[in-house]
């Protein structure tokens, strides 16, 4: 099953527009944010994330409910966040 997770962005690339660091659970990944180039995005915003792609801007309200949500599913959550884990970070 493959999920959209809420991740917070840490930090915007400087040399690439459309990448940035997100925080997923602990977990912290790069992410392309070009889908939302129309967002202003800012370390501290919460994405919805899919596949590498940031498809929308959330609040944290929504987030840690959909984070909740995630948590009740278990292995499915689980094996979400060991995918991620494992994922290339450059």
């Known amino acids: 099953m ?3 997770i809420p991740g917070e962005l840490v ?3 400087q040399d690439h527009e459309d990448l940035a660091l997100v925080e ?3 977990v912290r990944r790069r992410i392309n944010v070009g889908l939302l180039a129309d967002e202003e995005l ?6 919805l994330v899919h596949v ?3 498809l929308s801007k959330i609040s944290e309200q929504e ?3 959909v984070l909740d949500y995630l948590e009740g599913l278990g292995q499915a959550y689980t094996d979400e966040l060991d995918a991620l884990s494992t994922s290339d970070i450059s």
Request: charged share 10%.
């Open 2 to 4: 493959c999920l959209g």
């Open 11 to 13: 930090e915007l690339a």
């Open 24 to 26: 997923v659970s602990g």
């Open 42 to 47: 800012a370390p501290g915003d919460w994405v």
């Open 52 to 54: 590498g792609f940031a």
């Open 63 to 65: 987030a840690q409910a």
